[in-house]
Every structure is written in structure tokens, then in C-alpha cells.
T-cell receptor, first 115, second 115 residues
Framework: AQKITQTQPGMFVQEKEAVTLDCTYDTSDQSYGLFWYKQPSSGEMIFLIYQGSYDEQNATEGRYSLNFQKARKSANLVISASQLGDSAMYFC????????????FGKGTMLLVSP | DAGITQSPRHKVTETGTPVTLRCHQTENHRYMYWYRQDPGHGLRLIHYSYGVKDTDKGEVSDGYSVSRSKTEDFLLTLESATSSQTSVYFC??????????????FGSGTRLTVV
């Protein structure tokens, strides 16, 4: 069974600053995927970034980067230059990474960006 | 856009009544999922389907049944709704994106209140 732990229920950051959202995972699979989703107050689930367990380089997507430390089983999301629109709930998730599988989510971190 | 439509978007129902939520997709995806989202729990898998008439249980399947008689439709049924099933329900699809990686896309969600 897979497990995701997000230890920060809430985070505050000032606009234009960088913020790191923590995620640790537990899996016995050799191959797995790590995902981050954003859920704004409107409720939709928005995919942000993906990291495969065999990817040697950290994933980046615009202002989002994933700090992947395999030995520590951590997959932290880094948001650079925060914007007011980044205020949302953020979920870390993992799957079995072998074609079709299922996503297991953490409990989420609420990020609030202040002016 | 994976063309996922959930209906209804909102529903209020009484304890003990049956409720069916519908997920409809237009792109012939093989895998479909039902998740529920509750504060403090993130998203938890209820049931998933890997083809017509092929379904399996997730983490929180008690009190729920599913059916998939057509590729495009995945139905979630609460046979006798209880207040503990008040939640936001998300449907999702997955698709293979290459190199063993899956991509997951979520519907807009159904907010169900059981009174």
C-alpha cells in the first residue's frame, strides 16, 4: 500500500516570495509516479507537475519545481515568485507508475499568499 | 480536455434514499475512478473501473456500488444514503502518456449533502 504524508496543514507566504510545500511518501514499489495537484476555492483539481521514480532530474513546470529526494522519500513542491492566484489547497499524490494504476493522495496543504 | 462531465453538480437528499451519481467521458478512456473528498482526508478512492463491467474496490468502498455498462459512463450508487456520505465526489480518468507514465484528469465534482 502507498501512503502520502503532508505535514503542513497551512502555509503562509508573501507575494513574490518562494514557498516549499512538503510531501513524503511510503511505497514498496520500485516504479512509481509523484504528482502535485492544485485545488482553488472553485473546487476543480488542476494538475501541476509530475516526477517519475526513475527520473534523474527534478521536474520543472514554469514556476513550479519538484524537489525529489528519493533516498529520503520526499517530493516537495517549490513555487517560486508566489502570486495571489496561488492561494489554494495543494495535494501530493502517488501512483504505482506502471501504466494504469490508482492515485493515492495526501491530506493537502492550504497555501495563502498575502500581498 | 478529457471531456469529463459529472452530474448532478449538487444534490441534497434524505437519509435512507438511494442516490446515483454519473460520470460521463467522451474520449474512450479505459480507466475511470470515483473519489470522495472530505476536510482533513484529502481525496480517497471509492471504486475504479478498468473496462466495461470490470470494477474494483478502493479504500472507502463500504456503502457504495458502481456500474459500467458502457465505456463512457461510470455510475456511483449510494444504495441507502447516510449523513457520513455527505462529501464532494470526484470522477477521474487516466490515460497512458508514454514511458509508463499515467495522466489523471478530474471532473468538476458533485457536492452531495445527506440530511
Amino acid at each position: 500500500a502507498q501512503k502520502i504524508t503532508q505535514t503542513q496543514p497551512g502555509m503562509f507566504v508573501q507575494e513574490k516570495e518562494a514557498v516549499t510545500l512538503d510531501c513524503t511518501y511510503d511505497t514498496s514499489d520500485q516504479s512509481y509516479g509523484l504528482f502535485w495537484y492544485k485545488q482553488p476555492s472553485s473546487g476543480e483539481m488542476i494538475f501541476l507537475i509530475y516526477q517519475g521514480s526513475y527520473d534523474e532530474q527534478n521536474a520543472t513546470e514554469g514556476r513550479y519545481s519538484l524537489n525529489f529526494q528519493k533516498a529520503r522519500k520526499s517530493a516537495n513542491l517549490v513555487i517560486s515568485a508566489s502570486q495571489l492566484g496561488d492561494s489554494a489547497m495543494y495535494f501530493c499524490a502517488t501512483d504505482q507508475g506502471s501504466g494504469y494504476s490508482t492515485l493515492t493522495f495526501g491530506k493537502g496543504t492550504m497555501l495563502l499568499v498575502s500581498p | 480536455d478529457a471531456g469529463i462531465t459529472q452530474s448532478p453538480r449538487h444534490k441534497v437528499t434524505e437519509t435512507g434514499t438511494p442516490v446515483t451519481l454519473r460520470c460521463h467521458q467522451t474520449e474512450n478512456h479505459r480507466y475511470m475512478y470515483w473519489y470522495r473528498q472530505d476536510p482533513g482526508h484529502g481525496l480517497r478512492l471509492i471504486h475504479y473501473s478498468y473496462g466495461v463491467k470490470d470494477t474494483d474496490k478502493g479504500e472507502v468502498s463500504d456503502g457504495y456500488s458502481v456500474s459500467r455498462s458502457k465505456t463512457e459512463d461510470f455510475l456511483l450508487t449510494l444504495e441507502s444514503a447516510t449523513s457520513s456520505q455527505t462529501s464532494v465526489y470526484f470522477c477521474a480518468i487516466s490515460e497512458i502518456l508514454g514511458r509508463g507514465r499515467s495522466g489523471y484528469t478530474f471532473g468538476s465534482g458533485t457536492r452531495l449533502t445527506v440530511v
